[in-house]
């Protein structure tokens, strides 16, 4: 899996965090996709935790704990063990 199919899926799963169906996004909601899907995929580790919903339903996370330096390779690496336990968790890869 390279770099642009992990934002693909980081992408798809910011979608299904937010629970509103697909539409045309702008570039900065984008932004904020990749974002709810990190802090979603990254909560059971501890480093963030969920807060609320704005007044647009869109979910918003607080840092919980610091993130660990890592080099590029080791961060994607790390994220892509995260995405795969988020889809174990949540039944859509069989465990």
Known sequence: MGESDLKSILYLIGVQELGKGFREFSKKEKMDLYHI?????????????????????????????????????????????AVIEYFERNEIIPA
Not at 37 to 52: D, I, K, M, Q, W
């Open 37 to 81: 899907a990190t802090c979603r995929v990254l909560e059971p580790y501890g480093y963030y935790s969920f807060s609320h919903f704005d007044d647009e339903g869109w979910p918003h996370f607080e840092t919980a704990k610091k993130l660990p330096f890592l080099e590029e390779g080791q961060q994607e690496k790390w994220i892509k063990q």
